[in-house]
Protein backbone atom coordinates (compact mmCIF):
# COMPACT_ATOMS: atom_id res chain seq x y z
CA UNK A 1 0.00 0.00 0.00
CA UNK A 2 2.94 2.40 1.00
CA UNK A 3 4.23 1.99 -2.64
CA UNK A 4 0.64 1.83 -4.42
CA UNK A 5 1.54 -1.90 -5.62
CA UNK A 6 -2.24 -2.72 -6.11
CA UNK A 7 -1.86 -5.59 -8.78
CA UNK A 8 -0.45 -9.22 -8.46
CA UNK A 9 1.82 -8.41 -11.75
CA UNK A 10 3.61 -5.45 -9.80
CA UNK A 11 4.48 -7.50 -6.72
CA UNK A 12 5.64 -10.22 -9.10
CA UNK A 13 8.18 -8.01 -10.71
CA UNK A 14 9.44 -6.14 -7.61
CA UNK A 15 10.37 -9.76 -6.25
CA UNK A 16 11.74 -11.08 -9.41
CA UNK A 17 13.85 -7.38 -9.23
CA UNK A 18 14.70 -8.10 -5.89
CA UNK A 19 15.90 -11.53 -6.59
CA UNK A 20 17.74 -10.02 -9.26
CA UNK A 21 19.53 -7.47 -7.26
CA UNK A 22 20.42 -10.07 -4.07
CA UNK A 23 22.26 -11.87 -6.84
CA UNK A 24 24.36 -9.23 -8.17
CA UNK A 25 25.45 -8.47 -4.96
CA UNK A 26 26.41 -12.09 -4.03
CA UNK A 27 30.01 -12.89 -4.43
CA UNK A 28 31.96 -16.34 -5.24
CA UNK A 29 35.00 -16.84 -3.65
CA UNK A 30 37.32 -18.78 -5.93
CA UNK A 31 39.81 -21.17 -4.09
CA UNK A 32 41.01 -22.88 -6.93
CA UNK A 33 44.41 -23.52 -6.66
CA UNK A 34 47.33 -22.57 -9.13
CA UNK A 35 47.14 -24.34 -12.51
CA UNK A 36 49.89 -26.56 -12.74
CA UNK A 37 51.62 -27.71 -17.00
CA UNK A 38 50.61 -31.15 -18.46
CA UNK A 39 53.28 -31.10 -20.40
CA UNK A 40 56.98 -29.06 -20.05
CA UNK A 41 56.14 -27.37 -23.56
CA UNK A 42 52.89 -25.80 -22.58
CA UNK A 43 54.41 -23.58 -19.73
CA UNK A 44 56.20 -21.11 -22.14
CA UNK A 45 53.42 -21.09 -24.30
CA UNK A 46 51.62 -19.76 -20.93
CA UNK A 47 53.95 -16.78 -20.39
CA UNK A 48 54.34 -16.01 -24.08
CA UNK A 49 52.60 -12.25 -24.70
CA UNK A 50 50.91 -11.58 -28.13
CA UNK A 51 52.00 -8.43 -29.98
CA UNK A 52 50.26 -5.18 -28.86
CA UNK A 53 49.58 -2.41 -31.51
CA UNK A 54 47.71 0.98 -31.50
CA UNK A 55 44.11 1.40 -32.74
CA UNK A 56 45.38 3.77 -35.04
CA UNK A 57 47.89 0.44 -36.56
CA UNK A 58 44.19 -1.93 -37.65
CA UNK A 59 42.67 1.81 -39.00
CA UNK A 60 45.30 2.52 -41.65
CA UNK A 61 45.40 -1.57 -42.71
CA UNK A 62 41.56 -0.95 -42.94
CA UNK A 63 41.91 2.56 -44.68
CA UNK A 64 45.04 0.62 -47.06
CA UNK A 65 47.48 2.89 -46.17
CA UNK A 66 49.60 0.14 -44.70
CA UNK A 67 53.24 -0.96 -46.03
Known amino acids: ?3 NLYSATDF ?4 SYIKRQRQ ?3 TITDNARAVSSIN ?3 GW ?4 EAQKR ?4 Y ?3 L ?3 SN
Do not use: C, Q
Not at 12 to 15: E, F, K
Open 1 to 3: MKR
Open 12 to 15: SDIV
Open 24 to 26: ADD
Open 40 to 42: KIS
Open 45 to 48: LMDT
Open 54 to 57: TVNA
Open 59 to 61: TEI
Open 63 to 65: EGE
